[in-house]
């Protein structure tokens, strides 16, 4: 994966359910793993933007529920982060696979209607009364997987991954 040889990007594999040992096979798909943050996905984002954040930025958070999601995206995310304060890749069921921040913006997190049709709606509310930018990629189904034989190919081979944190140093 090419992104992962680019100089100034790291990716970080969040886990849960299990040690870190039981994710041994996936290590080489991430630069590390730290443990799932604690709370509701809001106090999660939170505590891993601003984790990330303490690292550099801009930051990327993409769920790994969507397969669709390849390097290319990722880096049109990055490039947006660098003219606009958030991004958003939206789902049709109202929701988003990515979030990507330019500065930590906690306030984002507050006040969402957590995996309802209003998750995104929420979001985009908040930024409006912020003052924050915001770009859109291109929306992917909120469905990932082609058929029942490709789910099951994948929850065997998956251990319970949270989401991946994308982090971009900006460049001086």
């Given at each position: 994966?090419?992104?992962?040889a680019n100089p100034g990007r790291d990716i970080k594999g969040y886990?849960?359910?299990?040690?870190?040992?039981?994710?041994?096979?996936?290590?080489?798909?991430?630069?590390?793993?730290?443990?799932?943050?604690?709370?509701?996905l809001g106090e999660r984002l939170v505590a891993g933007f601003g984790?990330?954040?303490?690292?550099?930025?801009?930051?990327?958070?993409?769920?790994?529920?969507?397969?669709?999601?390849?390097?290319?995206?990722?880096?049109?995310?990055?490039?947006?982060?660098?003219?606009?304060?958030?991004?958003?890749?939206?789902?049709?069921?109202?929701?988003?696979?990515?979030?990507?921040?330019?500065?930590?913006?906690?306030?984002?997190?507050?006040?969402v209607r957590w995996s309802s049709p209003s998750t995104l709606d929420?979001?985009?509310?908040?930024?409006?009364?912020?003052?924050?930018?915001?770009?859109?990629?291109?929306?992917?189904?909120?469905?990932?997987?082609?058929?029942?034989?490709?789910?099951?190919?994948?929850?065997?081979?998956?251990?319970?991954?949270?989401?991946?944190?994308?982090?971009?140093?900006?460049?001086?």
């Amino acid at each position: 994966m090419r992104l992962l040889a680019n100089p100034g990007r790291d990716i970080k594999g969040y886990f849960d359910g299990a040690p870190q040992e039981a994710f041994r096979d996936w290590h080489a798909l991430a630069d590390g793993w730290w443990p799932q943050p604690t709370g509701d996905l809001g106090e999660r984002l939170v505590a891993g933007f601003g984790r990330a954040f303490h690292l550099g930025g801009p930051v990327l958070a993409v769920g790994t529920d969507c397969l669709e999601i390849d390097a290319g995206l990722l880096l049109r995310a990055f490039e947006q982060l660098a003219h606009r304060d958030v991004v958003f890749g939206p789902t049709p069921d109202g929701g988003y696979y990515l979030i990507g921040l330019s500065a930590a913006r906690p306030d984002l997190f507050r006040s969402v209607r957590w995996s309802s049709p209003s998750t995104l709606d929420d979001h985009l509310h908040c930024c409006r009364e912020n003052g924050w930018s915001v770009s859109l990629l291109s929306t992917i189904a909120a469905e990932p997987f082609a058929s029942v034989e490709v789910e099951e190919f994948y929850l065997e081979r998956t251990p319970k991954t949270h989401g991946y944190l994308y982090r971009g140093v900006a460049t001086k």
